[in-house]
Nanobody
Framework: QVQLVESGGGLVQPGGSLRLSCAGS????????MRWYRQAPGKQRELVAS???????FYADSVKGRFTIARDNAKNTVDLQMNSLKPEDTGVYYC??????????WGQGIQVTVSS
């Protein structure tokens, strides 16, 4: 069992930055395929970024060049650095740890609001 807790969200002005952190307990996150999702009001949850256990990253086109996902194995966290934030980045951000077969864990989510 893996427990995931997100932190670092909040209110930021357009063009600003936030750094989200996903802290894991109960297991080492390094063995998991880690993903950040977000869900805007009235919309489906969408994949924002992911990182494999080997360090290969993926970004949604909407965040490419602005967001960076990275592991901190010493802290057992996976972070999402978000720069040049836009109002359309607003939503609840969720951390996900996945390892087939059958291991799929979610954090409780954290609000990010980009507004002036």
């Amino acid at each position: 069992q893996v427990q995931l807790v997100e932190s670092g969200g909040g209110l930021v002005q357009p063009g600003g930055s936030l750094r989200l952190s996903c802290a894991g307990s109960g297991s080492i996150l390094g063995i998991y395929f880690m993903r950040w999702y977000r869900q805007a009001p009235g919309k489906q949850r969408e994949l924002v970024a992911s990182i494999t256990s080997g360090g290969t990253t993926f970004y949604a086109d909407s965040v490419k060049g602005r967001f960076t996902i990275a592991r901190d194995n010493a802290k057992n966290t996976v972070d999402l650095q978000m720069n040049s934030l836009k109002p359309e980045d607003t939503g609840v951000y969720y951390c996900n740890a996945y390892k087939p077969p059958g291991r799929n864990f979610w954090g409780q989510g954290i609000q990010v609001t980009v507004s002036s």
